[in-house]
T-cell receptor, first 114, second 110 residues
Framework: EAQVTQNPRYLITVTGKKLTVTCSQN?????MSWYRQDPGLGLRQIYY???????DKGDVPEGYKVSRKEKRNFPLILESPSPNQTSLYFC?????????????FGPGTRLTVT | RKEVEQDPGPFNVPEGATVAFNCTYS??????FFWYRQDCRKEPKLLMS???SGNEDGRFTAQLNRASQYISLLIRDSKLSDSATYLC???????????FGSGTRLSIRP
């Protein structure tokens, strides 16, 4: 089954404790992206990757890191989480730049930073 | 001003009604447009693309008005299962930008 998986689905952590949210897709997609969704603000892009070893900042990259060492995986790293990073996070992938192609989203990771 | 704006709703309409909502965008260089549907606490899923000539998929019709810089979504004969949040997406290829609207919440009542 074609899908995007994210782990963990739910995470409660404390300020400053490094964490990684994993994202994997099995569709051989070139483009992958991370979004955060907050009430009233919609989905905002954090980072994206056009292909392996190619990543770029989205609209809200501060406090996040990503890497794309393999085509299927695109982990999101919070080196020192803060309460303002409490949010619902979605990973997404598409065949190429999603201006032309459908984006497939993972089920989301609900992160709470206390 | 936000780059992409949607009326947050909620739109509360009876089953069988026709409902329409718009999404305005500020960047005239925007080149492609989509509607996604998001059920409560779930991931967004593509509903339909929006073409210059307009397009229809069953009870759903999407239109693009480049002159006034908005896209619209019309739902005819609404069903209870249409209750969801509808997100518009605007893309700018040259800037590699993808902008989501904050969504319009639709609630269909029996």
């Amino acid at each position: 089954e074609a899908q995007v998986t994210q782990n963990p689905r739910y995470l409660i952590t404390v300020t400053g404790k490094k964490l990684t949210v994993t994202c994997s897709q099995n569709m051989n997609h070139e483009y992958m992206s991370w979004y955060r969704q907050d009430p009233g603000l919609g989905l905002r892009q954090i980072y994206y990757s056009m292909n392996v070893e190619v990543t770029d900042k989205g609209d809200v990259p501060e406090g996040y890191k990503v890497s794309r060492k393999e085509k299927r995986n695109f982990p999101l790293i919070l080196e020192s989480p803060s309460p303002n990073q409490t949010s619902l996070y979605f990973c997404a992938s598409s065949k190429s730049f999603p201006g032309e192609y459908e984006q497939y989203f993972g089920p989301g990771t609900r992160l709470t930073v206390t | 001003r936000k780059e992409v704006e949607q009326d947050p709703g909620p739109f509360n309409v009876p089953e069988g009604a026709t409902v329409a909502f718009n999404c305005t965008y500020s960047n005239s260089a925007s080149q492609s447009f989509f509607w996604y549907r998001q059920d409560c606490r779930k991931e967004p899923k593509l509903l339909m693309s929006v073409y210059s000539s307009g397009n229809e998929d069953g009870r759903f019709t999407a239109q693009l008005n480049r002159a006034s810089q908005y896209i619209s979504l019309l739902i005819r004969d609404s069903k209870l299962s249409d209750s969801a949040t509808y997100l518009c997406v605007v893309n700018n290829f040259s800037a590699s930008k993808i902008i989501f609207g904050s969504g319009t919440r639709l609630s269909i009542r029996p």
